[in-house]
């Protein structure tokens, strides 16, 4: 099954449910805000996904990890993971999301 139908099916709607329903974080991995959309960390078990595979996001973090991990200057081969990991490092060491076309530590 391709991601965009996978993402429109009931069986990630099954899926997303059972992750509200955990014990597992709730707020924003990044600004601890709601709502949140579930992120993948991997897509390696995309359709079988363990609920820690996934990652709450707000709609802003969420788009800016993507924009991060795509950005011509971020580092090569970042996963999706590592680049949630590290929006989150300058949101608490700064107190606010990097802008990509300044100084987030991307290489030139």
């Known amino acids: 099954m391709k991601y965009r139908d996978y993402i429109r099916s009931k069986e990630w709607q099954q899926v997303k449910k059972r992750y509200r ?3 597992l974080p709730q707020d924003c991995h990044v600004c601890g805000t709601r709502p949140v959309e579930m992120h993948h960390k991997t897509y390696k078990r995309l359709g079988s996904e363990r609920l820690t595979d996934l990652l709450p996001l707000c709609r802003t973090c969420h788009q800016l990890v993507h924009d991060f ?3 011509p200057r971020s580092a090569k081969g970042m996963t999706l993971w590592e680049a949630a990991r590290r929006v989150r490092k300058y949101w ?4 606010r999301l990097p802008d990509l076309d300044g100084r987030f530590g991307l290489r030139q």
Do not use: E, R
């Open 69 to 71: 991990c795509n950005h």
């Open 21 to 23: 329903a955990s014990n």
């Open 92 to 95: 608490k060491k700064h107190g």
